[in-house]
Nanobody, 125 residues
Framework: QVQLVESGGGSVQAGGSLRLSCAAS????????MGWFRQAPGKEREGVAP?????????YYADSVKGRFTISQDSANKTVHLQMNTLKPEAAGLYYC?????????????????WGQGTQVTVSS
């Protein structure tokens, strides 16, 4: 069974940067797309940045992170990264990596069939 393992979370001050990584044990049909999601305490999980993991590497960003976050992949190592710059306090939360069988850039959590354990991001003002 495919497993996703996130890493790279931590604590930063507002304006700082973090780079998250999500390593898949293998690329299969279920990882046709992968995405990053954020869940703040007491709130629902929301989409941040998905990408299609084929040769197109098509990406998409939530409006709240456009221009500051970048999702990319290292296909050889089956890893998807999320570079987060100019972090704001509202970006804090538990960040999950998800895998979606459909090759589309979806922000809808219902389309993702596999999740990692999450990595915590704290942003202090």
């Amino acid at each position: 069974q495919v497993q996703l393992v996130e890493s790279g979370g931590g604590s930063v001050q507002a304006g700082g940067s973090l780079r998250l990584s999500c390593a898949a044990s293998e690329y299969t049909y279920i990882t046709n797309s992968m995405g990053w999601f954020r869940q703040a305490p007491g709130k629902e999980r929301e989409g941040v940045a998905p990408m299609v993991t084929d040769y197109s590497s098509t990406t998409y960003y939530a409006d709240s992170v456009k221009g500051r976050f970048t999702i990319s992949q290292d296909s050889a190592n089956k890893t998807v990264h999320l570079q987060m710059n100019t972090l704001k306090p509202e970006a804090a939360g538990l960040y999950y990596c998800g895998a979606c069988p459909a090759p589309r850039t979806a922000l809808d959590t219902a389309q993702y069939k596999l999740w990692g354990q999450g990595t915590q991001v704290t942003v202090s003002s």
